[in-house]
């Protein structure tokens, strides 16, 4: 189904199956099927997509994808991040807009996916290089914790910045102003993917660990969607508890 007359918009979900923190995460069992079977039909099930693959270095997500009668993709190189995998599988393909869907998130919904999607009806002058998620968080644990990434934007809602900190540094607790959580679904122009992964990663990415960086630091423009809905990451054995109850 296509966004609009002119785009043809895919869904990408880069799936590795080594994970620092929760090794095989995407292999986990929510409710009687793997973790990335789930996001790949919660993407499907969007109808926002022209195709919808999972692209992953494993043959076990490979084959489990494909018997799940999904469509998957297996990596050549071996890369550092998600950005660079699905780079290499959309090089040959004509698509306009690529949406990086996380294989750990099961509850990815249309309204988010939708909305990032939204963004290019109406650039005409193409400024945006692509677009995200964010959500606003409260609770002050969480926007202390480094594994929480950090926004901040401008009037425009374009990113200023991405950190594992807290950002603003909260020197005037009085002050109000709100806190973001960015959430890792990306909806890119094909050139500014394709620019990723030639470009070599620099002091800020390489610090913070946060592949978005890469893009500002080179000068692409990101636009921010704020979205309400939090969903749940899978990144430890805890998250994948919550899945649990969250999915009854």
Same mark, same amino acid.
């Given at each position: 189904?296509?966004?609009?007359?002119?785009?043809?918009?895919?869904?990408?979900?880069?799936?590795?199956?080594?994970?620092?923190?929760?090794?095989?995460?995407?292999?986990?069992?929510?409710?009687?099927?793997?973790?990335?079977? *789930?996001?790949? =039909? +919660?993407?499907?099930?969007?109808?926002?997509?022209?195709? @919808?693959? /999972?692209?992953? &270095?494993?043959?076990?997500?490979?084959?489990?994808?494909?018997?799940?009668?999904?469509?998957?993709?297996?990596?050549?190189?071996?890369?550092?991040?998600?950005?660079? *995998?699905?780079? =290499? +599988?959309?090089?040959?393909?004509?698509?306009?807009?690529? @949406?990086? /869907?996380?294989? &750990?998130?099961?509850?990815?919904?249309?309204?988010?996916?939708?909305?990032?999607?939204?963004?290019?009806?109406?650039?005409?002058?193409?400024?945006?290089?692509?677009?995200?998620?964010?959500?606003?968080?409260?609770?002050?644990?969480?926007?202390?914790?480094?594994?929480?990434?950090?926004?901040?934007?401008?009037?425009?809602?374009?990113?200023?910045?991405?950190?594992?900190?807290?950002?603003?540094?909260?020197?005037?607790?009085?002050?109000?102003?709100?806190?973001?959580?960015?959430?890792?679904?990306?909806?890119?122009?094909?050139?500014?993917?394709?620019?990723?992964?030639?470009?070599?990663?620099?002091?800020?990415?390489?610090?913070?660990?946060?592949?978005?960086?890469?893009?500002?630091?080179?000068?692409?423009?990101?636009?921010?969607?704020?979205?309400?809905?939090?969903?749940?990451?899978?990144?430890?054995?805890?998250?994948?508890?919550?899945?649990?109850?969250?999915?009854?």
């Amino acid at each position: 189904m296509k966004t609009n007359e002119t785009l043809r918009a895919i869904a990408m979900i880069p799936a590795r199956y080594a994970a620092s923190r929760f090794p095989a995460k995407l292999m986990q069992d929510l409710q009687g099927k793997p973790v990335i079977v *789930r996001t790949y =039909e +919660a993407a499907v099930q969007t109808g926002l997509f022209d195709e @919808v693959y /999972v692209v992953t &270095d494993s043959s076990v997500i490979y084959d489990t994808i494909v018997e799940a009668g999904g469509k998957a993709m297996m990596s050549i190189k071996e890369h550092d991040c998600g950005s660079d *995998r699905i780079a =290499e +599988a959309v090089t040959d393909m004509e698509v306009d807009i690529i @949406v990086n /869907v996380q294989g &750990d998130e099961p509850f990815t919904d249309r309204q988010s996916l939708k909305a990032v999607l939204e963004v290019f009806k109406d650039d005409h002058e193409k400024e945006i290089d692509l677009a995200s998620l964010m959500v606003e968080i409260t609770d002050w644990e969480e926007i202390n914790n480094p594994n929480t990434v950090k926004v901040i934007v401008d009037n425009r809602k374009f990113a200023l910045y991405f950190s594992r900190s807290p950002i603003p540094y909260p020197r005037d607790r009085e002050t109000d102003v709100a806190y973001y959580k960015h959430k890792g679904i990306y909806a890119f122009r094909k050139r500014a993917l394709m620019d990723f992964q030639r470009l070599p990663m620099l002091s800020l990415e390489a610090t913070e660990k946060i592949e978005a960086i890469r893009y500002l630091e080179y000068g692409k423009k990101i636009k921010m969607v704020e979205t309400h809905v939090t969903g749940i990451e899978i990144d430890t054995p805890e998250d994948l508890e919550k899945a649990q109850r969250a999915w009854k």
